[in-house]
């Protein structure tokens, strides 16, 4: 007996009393292959979703030590005023100045000379 055209219920009394069912016959299709497909879906939107969590911690990171660099940028050039002040009373143009100096950075020269003396001066170098 198949189900397909069949009623739901056979109570006249009942709200399914005119549905039908509907069903399709698959040839070798198990109940496992059906929670096989519901479970992998479930894995691969967690697996989104703590990707997505894993960026936004990054980001949330990211942000947190910007307002914290912010704040020592702030209160060092807090420190600076306080101390222009307490020298001598310098405007404020003074002490934004220093607190913007760029630091300049010392970098070797690269060794220019002809290739063929380039190992031996390297070798000696070493001995």
């Not at 420190?79 to 307490?86: E, L, M, N, T």
Request: a positive charge; zero cysteines.
């Amino acid at each position: 007996e198949t189900l397909n055209m069949t009623r739901v219920t056979n109570h006249k009394g009942s709200i399914h009393y005119d549905d039908l069912w509907n069903v399709k016959y698959l040839r070798g299709f198990k109940w496992s292959h059906l929670t096989e497909k519901v479970a992998y879906e479930r894995r691969v939107r967690e697996q989104k979703l703590r990707v997505e969590m894993m960026e936004v911690r990054r980001e949330n990171a990211a942000y947190v030590a910007q307002v914290e660099a912010g704040k020592r940028l702030d209160y060092i050039e807090e420190r600076r005023r306080k101390r222009g002040d307490k020298e001598g009373g310098g405007t404020k143009e003074d002490t934004v100045g220093i607190a913007k100096k760029k630091r300049k950075i010392r970098q070797k020269k690269p060794f220019e000379g002809d290739k063929s003396s380039t190992k031996s001066a390297i070798l000696g170098s070493l001995v």
